[in-house]
């Protein structure tokens, strides 16, 4: 299995998908996969989530994993899904010691020191810094990272195609989130390809 780190050094863009219709999911991990996005993160934010999941896995080359994942309710649904790494918007311990425990590539959302702390008590030190924009921008992830060295991120949060280059420049960037890749409404494959080239060759 691969590691966390191996996922977010795959490509310098994470796209993070909200998808409303199951038949949307194929021809849009393909059109991602097409550009040179293989990981895709797929949020849990509606009800047709988990068989998205379920439908890009079986695009070749798509490395598809669960984000907004909450609890370990979440977990094991997404998991059963065949989510092949998590990303949560915050960390508990309650989900930390389920997703360690699960052995699954697992990616929780930091804002605080306190939040990184927490993480490296359960023994993970590769954090999605969540609101990036809304919790202080690039300067508030420099700040925040110093004191931990061996720590890493994926900014994730108002990142745009015009501001992602500032954050993969810093050295604890491995990778930034971004949903600018796939706007809202209905999706036209060739723009989502398009975007997703322009993406796979920033920083």
């Known amino acids: 299995m691969s590691t966390i780190e191996?996922?977010?050094?795959?490509?310098?863009?994470?796209?993070?998908?909200?998808?409303?219709?199951?038949?949307?999911?194929?021809?849009?991990?393909?059109?991602?996969?097409?550009?040179?996005?293989?990981?895709?993160?797929?949020?849990?934010?509606?009800?047709?989530?988990?068989?998205?999941?379920?439908?890009?896995k079986q695009v070749e080359g798509a490395i598809v994993g669960a984000g907004t994942v909450t609890n370990p309710a979440e977990l094991e649904a997404a998991l059963e899904a065949g989510s092949e790494f998590i990303v949560s918007p915050g960390l508990t311990e309650t989900l930390g010691k389920a997703a360690v425990a699960s052995g699954v590539p697992f990616l929780p959302g930091i804002a605080s020191a306190g939040d990184i702390m927490r993480g490296m008590d359960l023994g993970l030190n590769r954090f999605k810094f969540f609101p990036a924009m809304a919790a202080g921008g690039a300067p508030a992830l420099k700040a925040l990272a110093a004191p931990f060295g061996q720590v890493r991120f994926c900014p994730t949060g108002g990142i745009s195609e015009e501001t992602a280059p500032e954050w993969l420049a810093l050295d604890p960037v491995l990778c930034v989130g971004g949903s600018w890749i796939v706007p809202k409404g209905p999706p036209d494959y060739i723009a989502i390809a398009e975007a997703a080239r322009r993406a796979s060759r920033l920083g």
């Not at 194929?26 to 989530?49: D, Q």
């Open 6 to 56: 191996d996922i977010m050094r795959t490509a310098p863009v994470i796209p993070v998908l909200v998808v409303e219709d199951v038949r949307q999911a194929r021809p849009l991990a393909e059109a991602l996969v097409a550009g040179g996005l293989r990981v895709l993160e797929v949020t849990l934010r509606t009800p047709a989530a988990l068989d998205v999941i379920r439908e890009m």
